[in-house]
């Protein structure tokens, strides 16, 4: 084991009884309620500590970042979907590209992606109102995935056609679900089974797609013709300060990166905010009061969006109760400090924003789901790791301003024609990889 035996945390049985009964996402909290901010747990041959109050998120994050890194946590996703992808990658290698990534995600620069987004919304829009004639119901995680994966991969590749939008979404999907199923069932590679070969197929074809795309535009470039202005072009063309530019598998990294970073998280919060508007008429009533009296009949734009800060609060409140990536990992590289205990190299941690963002020393009655704790006057108080959806420190993720963009303007323009009314209970939260509504999100979309 590679954590101190001083730190609290429960018998690996009574962990695996309550997963049995609760699910990974509640039993941590029962965990934590029980045990402590910090506290220490044994899955199988696998040990981690988790941490939940805010300054021990700030500690790995910021005040002791040097001490972790992303080690053995990610060796599966390195492995099997991003490969050197800024997700995964770690040292020099992680710096250089952040480095060379970073000016394609400043506030400014996702901005050049608006028209397209408010494109494909406005396709959804037609969609919808078909939907909403026929009275069928729908999975409005399905929905929210086939909008946010038009736009991601119009935005890495702006010469994908619509059929290799749907075919590459369908194989870096397959690749999501294998590289998470793995994580809690390790299966041989060499093994002849059903999701090995689907897991194989689908790699070998989105790589060979992005390989393909390269060489078409090195050609291109050899040629002396411009290339598409899309965010794989730019990755082409930055140079580092020695002139370097990245090698042609790193760029491949990088594309399915960006798609598997952008789409489905996007996906989840779009979808997890129409759920919680279903169950909250008060909010979704301020929010449609909003849209009308700032929008009329007039179009989203950029600049509408300035006057639009109650739907940014109510997308800022989803993300809180519903983060996309509820927990992640982080690996101690030194002996360190956190939470009051000492970790030991290789020590596995795994911060919670699902239940950070519920920590009752931060949040007054954390469950309901009220936009104006996002008010600026309530966030120029708040502790700064209080919430931290995209992580926090240096390594937050680096399409933060795409995502939340994204967010703002689909649920403004969708908003202000439909209300989404959920079937069944409310939906049951659970952890597959990333945040999941249980059984779907059965949806019958309404206009107002």
Not at 332 to 354: C, F, H, K, N, S
Not at 416 to 425: H, N, Q, S, T, Y
Request: aromatic fraction near 8%; hydrophobic fraction near 40%.
């Amino acid at each position: 084991m590679t954590t101190t035996p001083r730190i609290p945390g429960p018998a690996p049985l009574s962990v695996l009884r309550g997963l049995s009964r609760r699910g990974f996402l509640d039993e941590m909290g029962h965990q934590w309620r029980t045990h402590g901010d910090t506290f220490a747990v044994r899955l199988g041959p696998q040990s981690m500590v988790l941490v939940v109050h805010p300054d021990a998120v700030r500690d790995v994050h910021l005040t002791r970042r040097r001490s972790f890194d992303k080690r053995k946590s990610y060796d599966g996703v390195r492995r099997y979907l991003t490969g050197d992808g800024l997700i995964a990658s770690t040292g020099e290698l992680w710096k250089r590209q952040r480095k060379l990534m970073a000016p394609f995600f400043t506030p400014r620069a996702v901005q050049t992606y608006a028209d397209l987004m408010l494109a494909d919304a406005d396709r959804v829009v037609s969609h919808w109102r078909g939907l909403a004639a026929s009275g069928v119901t729908v999975d409005m995680g399905e929905e929210m995935m086939e909008l946010t994966a038009s736009i991601i991969l119009r935005a890495v590749f702006s010469t994908a056609a619509e059929e290799d939008i749907v075919r590459l979404k369908s194989r870096v999907e397959t690749m999501i679900r294998y590289t998470t199923r793995r994580a809690v069932l390790p299966v041989p590679d060499w093994a002849p089974t059903p999701a090995n070969r689907r897991y194989r197929e689908a790699r070998d074809e989105v790589h060979a797609y992005i390989d393909d795309l390269i060489a078409q535009r090195r050609a291109r470039e050899a040629a002396g013709e411009p290339v598409p202005d899309d965010l794989l072009g730019h990755l082409m063309a930055a140079r580092d300060s020695d002139g370097g530019a990245m090698r042609e598998s790193l760029l491949r990294d990088e594309a399915i990166t960006m798609f598997f970073a952008g789409h489905e998280t996007t996906a989840r919060t779009l979808a997890a905010a129409w759920a919680a508007l279903a169950a909250h008429p008060d909010v979704a009533d301020r929010l449609h009061a909003e849209l009308d009296a700032e929008l009329g009949e007039g179009p989203v734009t950029l600049e509408a969006l300035k006057r639009l800060p109650y739907t940014l609060q109510v997308t800022k409140e989803v993300l809180r109760l519903y983060p996309a990536a509820p927990f992640y990992m982080r690996d101690a590289v030194e002996p360190v400090e956190i939470g009051g205990w000492d970790l030991t190299p290789g020590t596995a941690v795994m911060l919670t924003p699902y239940w950070t963002h519920r920590h009752p020393d931060f949040w007054g009655d954390p469950e309901r789901f009220d936009p104006d704790r996002f008010t600026p006057e309530a966030e120029a108080t708040r502790h700064p790791q209080a919430y931290f959806p995209f992580a926090t420190g240096e390594r937050v993720c680096i399409g933060n301003h795409f995502s939340l963009l994204e967010s703002h303007l689909l649920l403004a323009v969708l908003a202000r024609r439909f209300a989404p009314v959920v079937v069944g209970d409310p939906p049951r939260w659970l952890m597959a990889g990333v945040l999941s509504p249980e059984g779907g999100l059965p949806t019958v979309i309404r206009e107002r």
